[in-house]
């Protein structure tokens, strides 16, 4: 399976006796392959060959990274390895669907959706805690299994770093999903509620249908015209959904990121506390 960084294979590991799948460094529009599958830069330029190493270094820093996890709503990474002048992710092979097939399959109940939210805001937390971000949360990347747990899959840490390198955001922000501050901020400007204004954005696709208006667009409209807009298409989907899942939603998609939540804490407080005022 092709990403825009990566491809996808499946294999077994001989010493261990199990599947697993692994995830290449791959960016499209920078590198290519050649007939002894080596990988190297599609531009001949020093530039172009420095972004290409520079983007390997940080496809290994981040599986090192994930490595540490080990966390049941976070997909296992066992190692990382080098060879083909390129990197290779070693994960736990995982059995389900995506959450995106999952809603092909129709809308889910409050219960459900409540239940994917928390899992996957406890293994954030942990994430958050060591300064990680995931920076690609949306549908594809959350995979439910048979057991009806949901996990994380894919992050775009590297993606980011590479498109702010590269001046491609566009290309690496995933549309409906990524705030406002992922195309036009610097890293540092991002912090857990980028995440949180994905995990919402998942949350707003799985109620409405459809994923929010891009945050590119929906930023040029501000204050309370923006955020009732939300919330009357929220309210329309009241007679499945509580108002405090509704508002916490709204919340968490706000395109300004000093009026979301700061922190996973804070999110699950709005989720999981009726009594708690989500007044806009």
């Known amino acids: 399976m092709a990403g825009w960084f990566w491809y996808y294979l499946s294999g077994t590991d001989n010493n261990l006796e199990r599947d697993v799948a692994i995830k290449e460094f791959m960016p499209q529009g920078m590198a290519t392959r050649s007939a002894d599958y080596t990988v190297h830069s599609l531009g001949e330029t020093e530039d172009s060959v420095c972004q290409l190493e520079w983007g390997l270094e940080r496809f290994i820093r981040e599986a090192r990274t994930l490595c540490k996890f080990n966390h049941p709503n976070i997909v296992r990474v066992h190692t990382v390895f080098e060879t083909n002048s390129t990197a290779y992710m070693v994960m736990s092979y995982e059995k389900g669907i995506s959450f995106s097939e999952r809603l092909k399959k129709g809308q889910p109940s ?54 702010e390198a590269t001046m ?84 968490a998609i706000r395109t300004n990121h000093k009026d979301r939540p700061q922190t996973v804490d804070e999110w699950h407080t709005m989720l999981t506390d009726p009594s708690l005022t989500t007044a806009t």
Do not use: C
């Open 110 to 163: 409050e219960e459900e959706l409540t239940d994917m939210v928390l899992g996957l805001l406890d293994g954030l937390e942990s994430m958050h805690a060591e300064g990680f971000i995931h920076r690609d949360i949306k549908p594809g990347n959350i995979f439910i299994r048979a057991d009806g747990t949901a996990l994380l899959l894919d992050f775009g840490s590297a993606r980011q770093a590479i498109g």
């Open 168 to 251: 491609t955001l566009t290309k690496v922000a995933s549309p409906g999903y990524a705030p406002f501050e992922q195309y036009y901020g610097r890293s540092d400007m991002q912090g857990p509620w980028t995440d949180i204004y994905a995990l919402g954005a998942t949350l707003y696709r799985a109620i409405t249908g459809e994923a929010p208006t891009d945050a590119t667009f929906r930023n040029r409209t501000s204050g309370e015209e923006a955020i009732q807009e939300i919330v009357d298409i929220l309210d329309k989907h009241n007679d499945k959904y509580s108002p405090f899942l509704l508002r916490a939603v709204e919340h």
